[in-house]
């Protein structure tokens, strides 16, 4: 890879991997490292992709409801319907009773996130490099790579379980549960540090089990893409080269599964955490 081969060469390895994980900061970013030095910096590229998708998605949901048909249904149709009914059962399964957001929220959240994390399989010095050309220095083409973002769902997912706590229990009752649960009235103020604990580790775990996952794997893809920048010197290419081919496309194949795994836990997650704000305040 060209610019492996740059990186290895010129700046080193360091350098390199500290380059495809950098994000374009706009903002109050730090001249030196152009990482976030401040509340009001932008990764233009994390919005940029993320938004892309998002489009993508609307895109051709709308394309192909303009084209369903009561017949016989085309590959595509069938590929989606087989999406939509394996994500109403994960809702039948782990939701009680009926809401008509859940279903839409999951369905939403499995294909962003499959499709944001599908980015990581995209050769990593691609896009970077016609961002290059382009005068833009730096591209980070994974969004679920970027905390900001894991965070940003995974808080939006919180917000959510607070409204319907407060919605199914009322006020008094969401506060009952953080005075009385899990040990009763005599241990309010142990109840109380207890059910914060739990309450701030739903949105932590989100994004943080979604962000751990995709940055390693996009590190794993950047040092198989090293093997060609440092080791293919000559004649050693005939051996390296096609090491660092079989290497890539084995971890491909196993990182399409984490993916997939990625984006049906942060959805199964919700579909669970939702449904725990659903139940009523005896329930726990």
Not at 54 to 64: E, K, Q, R
Not at 147 to 167: G, P
Request: aromatic share 12%.
């Amino acid at each position: 890879m060209a610019a492996s081969e740059q990186a290895a060469g010129g700046g080193g390895t360091v350098e390199y991997i500290q380059h495809h994980l950098t994000n374009l900061c706009v903002g109050d970013c730090d001249p030196v490292t152009h990482k976030a030095a401040g509340f009001w910096a932008l990764h233009l590229d994390t919005l940029f992709f993320s938004l892309l998708l998002g489009g993508l998605i609307l895109g051709v949901s709308a394309w192909l409801a303009r084209r369903l048909t009561d017949g016989v249904p085309g590959p595509f149709q069938n590929f989606v319907e087989a999406i939509l009914e394996f994500v109403q059962q994960q809702v039948k399964d782990s939701f009680p009773g009926h809401n008509p957001l859940i279903a839409p929220l999951a369905l939403t959240i499995f294909l962003w996130v499959w499709l944001m994390n599908f980015m990581d399989l995209i050769p990593v010095d691609l896009l970077p490099a016609l961002a290059a050309a382009l005068g833009i220095p730096y591209l980070k083409v994974v969004p679920t790579t970027d905390l900001n973002a894991t965070l940003a769902m995974s808080l939006t997912v919180f917000a959510l379980i607070v409204y319907y706590n407060i919605k199914v229990k009322g006020a008094v009752g969401y506060l009952k549960m953080f005075l009385f649960h899990p040990f009763g009235k005599y241990l309010v103020p142990v109840n109380v540090v207890m059910t914060l604990i739990e309450e701030l580790a739903k949105p932590l775990s989100l994004a943080l089990r979604l962000f751990g996952n995709l940055f390693a794997g996009e590190l794993v893809f950047l040092l198989i893409a090293l093997i060609g920048g440092t080791l293919a010197v000559g004649a050693l290419a005939f051996l390296v080269l096609p090491l660092q081919a079989l290497l890539d496309l084995g971890w491909l194949i196993f990182h399409l599964l984490v993916i997939t795994l990625q984006a049906f836990i942060f959805m199964v997650l919700t579909i669970v955490y939702l449904g725990m704000a659903h139940a009523g305040p005896d329930d726990h």
